[in-house]
């Protein structure tokens, strides 16, 4: 049975509020398949859609309303102006992270050749930003996931950002290769385990949990870094990390237990939560 565009639109509105979904993932959803921009498929309301075109729509609705993100479904996410291919391998980019390479960004010299690694890449999304914003800097990757790398590397291809990747865990491929950066920067995982009782099904059923969660409060992977950081940290060494709200506080003590000398800031995002801790060696 054909549907008009308008049709469509408003059996997946109706439909994804009845399973509490949020209404607006059907327009996204019917310009991915369609290839139409918002403008166009507005402006085109009521032409009939293509058979094919949607039962693929209807499918693909079907499937969010079942838990699968809409990033996975259109195979890719928007980040620092720019668009990243995403799948199951990788943790979805957030509007949150683009606040940490902002942050990176700002406080390094611009016009300075300096040794960067992101750690726990995942899509490339930090990694590619950084180098893309400022080519001059010398960019490494690391990934415990020679999945989460293979996407990672498409990605740096398709936006032509040239970057170094390397598989291991956290630092220390490159504390075995006795290398050292001006910049570590990382999203690490950091969701407590306990949170997942009343996290989306979206993120828990589908999202890479290597990705998400960090032991009983959350801190694992910064207790990790706390270790090796300062055998590939420069002297005088940017380290800028992501964090989960109310997490600040914690994660600035062990840096500067780590670093006593270091310059430590918390730093909130947009909504005014606690996101990056930054440490200046």
């Known amino acids: 049975m054909s ?4 049709e469509a639109l408003k059996w997946a509105s109706s439909f994804l509020e009845k399973k509490n979904r949020d209404q607006n993932a059907g ?3 019917l310009r991915h398949f369609s290839g139409m921009s918002r403008t166009m498929l507005y402006a085109n309301m009521r032409d009939e859609l293509d058979p094919a075109i949607l039962e693929q729509f209807e ?16 195979g890719s996410e928007e980040f620092y102006g720019r668009t990243f291919m995403v799948n199951e ?4 980019p957030r509007p949150e992270t ?3 390479v902002l942050g990176i960004l700002q406080r390094i010299k611009r016009e300075t050749p300096l040794d960067v690694i992101d750690v726990g890449t995942g899509s490339g999304a930090i990694a590619v930003s950084l180098k893309l914003e400022n ?11 020679a999945d989460s790398l293979n996407t990672a590397k498409e990605n740096a291809k398709q936006l032509g950002a040239e970057i170094e990747f390397c598989q291991g865990d956290l630092l220390k491929p490159m504390i075995e290769q006795k290398r050292k950066f001006d910049v570590v920067v990382s999203n690490p995982p950091y969701i407590p385990l306990i949170d997942k009782m009343w ?26 870094f706390m270790e090796e950081l300062p055998l590939v940290a420069k002297a005088q060494a940017l380290i800028g990390f992501e964090i989960g709200a109310g997490q600040g506080v914690r994660v600035a003590e062990l840096l500067q237990n780590t670093f006593p000398c270091a310059k430590v800031e918390i730093v909130n995002d947009i909504n005014g939560k606690d996101r ?3 440490a200046a060696l």
């Not at 979206?202 to 990790?224: M, N, Q, S």
């Open 89 to 92: 391998s990788v943790l979805i």
């Open 27 to 29: 327009e996204l959803l």
């Open 135 to 145: 080519p001059v800097l010398q960019v490494t990757a690391t990934d415990i996931s």
């Open 3 to 6: 549907k008009k565009i308008y």
């Open 199 to 224: 996290m989306s099904e979206v993120v828990t059923e589908h999202e890479p949990h290597r990705a998400l969660f960090a032991g009983e409060d959350g801190l694992d992977f910064y207790r990790r």
């Open 59 to 74: 499918k693909a609705v079907h499937e969010h309303v079942e838990g699968m993100p809409i990033q996975y479904i259109i």
């Open 276 to 278: 990056m801790v930054f």
């Open 98 to 100: 683009e606040e940490l």
